[in-house]
């Protein structure tokens, strides 16, 4: 069973950082790409950021220069640097999985970040 356990969101000040982790079980984590997507309220859920197997990482313009993903895949994590954080970042933060093989999604429990004015 796969299973994505998130941590590190929290409330911060405008201007400020957060470093957000996924912790991914029951899967080939390696072989698969890793994301971060957040729904504000009242809001669709939307891509933040994409790291396939090899390296290629992708972000949504919105975050372009602030927020960088990484993964570990000895540690089986994938990560977000978030940096120069604004109130308009204020979302529950989702971690994802895509499984290349089974071509299914699968998803954390979400992590709330708040960034005050």
């Known amino acids: 069973q796969v299973q994505l356990v998130e941590s590190g969101g929290g409330l911060v000040q405008a201007g400020g950082s957060l470093r957000l982790s996924c912790v991914v079980s029951?899967?080939?984590?390696?072989?698969?790409?890793g994301g971060w997507y957040r729904q504000a309220p009242g809001k669709q859920r939307e891509s933040v950021a994409m790291?396939?197997?090899?390296?290629?990482?992708s972000y949504a313009d919105s975050v372009q220069g602030r927020l960088t993903i990484s993964r570990d895949n000895s540690k089986n994590t994938v990560y977000l640097q978030m940096n120069s954080l604004k109130p308009e970042d204020t979302a529950v933060y989702y971690c994802?999985?895509?499984?290349?093989?089974?071509?299914?999604?699968?998803w954390g429990q979400g992590t709330q970040v708040t960034v005050s004015s």
């Open positions: 994802n999985l895509f499984d290349v093989g089974s071509l299914r999604n699968y």
């Open positions: 029951g899967s080939t984590f390696s072989m698969n790409t």
């Open positions: 790291i396939n197997s090899r390296g290629t990482i």
